[in-house]
């Protein structure tokens, strides 16, 4: 276990190298659920991001929804949010780019394969903004491997690596591509910890832009019964 832990900064260097050249932006993530039941579900979550190194802030979300797991493979997810994104150059600047309020149903598949576990996740987004109405369509493909000693139904260390495309119905079409590596620390079965680096790549016409950013989150789970079993692992992507 040591050796892999050991192994995983050097999985991150290329990232961060090209982060620090391409100016590292922040993503930096606070997430609370609330576990109604093993198959009910509820969560809030707040977003903050810079296009520097914790500086130049830019953009904010805040968001809640609810969870519904048919069973371990499956589950479906409809939540609603806020999305603030401001002009660059400085922190918080106006006028804003885009203002605007989001609703989004959510399809979930997951499947174990040895120690590996992948999941699709399919995504439908409608939103309104100041420019108008639009939608977007998003699939991300996920790798997870969890390891360290077990206890109390999960292990607490996790790598990951996922790739999440976006599109729209107009031109570009193919508007987005977003790639993250990350590790995961469950202090206990309570709270979780996440670090990673993100690149982010807009093929938006006439305005190609793409980011580094390292991602750091806290996930916090609350439980309606003490007794309420976790037998997996929580996976920790940024949404």
């Given at each position: 276990m040591i050796k892999r832990f050991k192994l995983f900064p050097f999985l991150l260097i290329p990232l961060m190298l090209k982060g620090q050249v391409a100016d590292l932006g922040s993503w930096n993530i606070l997430n609370l659920k609330y576990n109604y039941d093993n198959k009910w579900s509820a969560f809030a979550e707040t977003q903050l991001r810079s296009l520097k190194f914790y500086n130049n802030f830019h953009y904010y979300e805040y968001k809640g929804g609810i969870n519904y797991k048919l069973n371990k493979e499956v589950s479906f997810t409809l939540a609603a949010g806020n999305?603030?994104?401001y002009k660059e150059g400085g922190n918080f600047l106006l006028?804003?780019?885009?203002?605007?309020?989001?609703?989004?149903?959510q399809f979930s598949l997951t499947q174990t394969i040895g120690k590996l576990k992948f999941e699709q996740r399919y995504r439908s987004e409608f939103m309104f903004t100041n420019n108008g109405y639009r939608n977007?369509?998003?699939?991300?493909?996920a790798l997870m491997y969890a390891f360290g000693k077990q206890k109390n139904d999960y292990k607490p260390f996790q790598l990951s690596i996922s790739n999440e495309l976006f599109f729209t119905y107009k031109e570009p079409y193919f508007e987005r591509n977003r790639i993250q590596t990350a590790f995961n620390y469950r202090v206990n079965k309570r709270a979780s910890?996440?670090?990673g680096?993100?690149?982010?790549?807009?093929?938006r016409i006439n305005d190609e832009t793409g980011r580094d950013f390292l991602v750091i989150g806290f996930y916090y789970e609350l439980f309606r019964k003490e007794n309420t079993s976790t037998t997996e692992n929580k996976d920790i992507q940024v949404d």
């Open positions: 999305y603030q994104t006028p804003k780019n885009n203002d605007e309020f989001r609703l989004w149903p977007r369509f998003r699939y991300r493909l910890i996440q670090l680096c993100l690149h982010q790549f807009d093929y």
